[in-house]
């Protein structure tokens, strides 16, 4: 249902923009939100948003990443900045309870990003 895209190989201290894709309306979803999960670690929250545009953001990506929806295009974004090691991971998109949630149930396509010199 929802689909991610974008990512590659980066740079560290580089950047790139994630973009979600799903087949409903983005319209229709009150909370979306990114997650990643680096290799032998656990899911874990990068940044929700609401319909409202309240964001919420992962203590780790606070002045680097902004996440962002749009409605006309239907979709969610995630612009990566000053992108570090630690910051590899697949990246999955997902509608969520809450700005604090992370979604269970199936998930949809990530995108690997890898960020390495």
């Known amino acids: 249902q929802f689909v991610a895209s974008g990512g590659g190989l980066v740079q560290p201290g580089g950047s790139t923009t994630l973009s979600c894709a799903t087949s409903?309306?983005?319209?229709?979803?009150?909370?979306m939100g990114w997650y990643r999960q680096a290799p032998g670690k656990e899911r874990e929250l990068v940044a929700a948003?609401?319909?409202?545009?309240?964001?919420n953001l992962g203590p780790f990506v606070v002045g680097r990443f902004v996440i962002s929806r749009d409605v006309d295009q239907n979709k969610l974004f995630l612009r990566m900045t000053m992108l570090r090691p630690e910051d590899t991971a697949v990246y999955y998109c997902?509608?969520?309870?809450?700005?604090?949630?992370?979604?269970?149930?199936?998930w949809g396509q990530g995108t690997q990003v890898i960020v390495s010199s």
């Open positions: 997902h509608s969520t309870p809450t700005l604090f949630t992370i979604p269970t149930g199936s």
């Open positions: 409903g309306s983005i319209s229709a979803i009150d909370v």
């Open positions: 948003i609401t319909s409202d545009e309240v964001v």
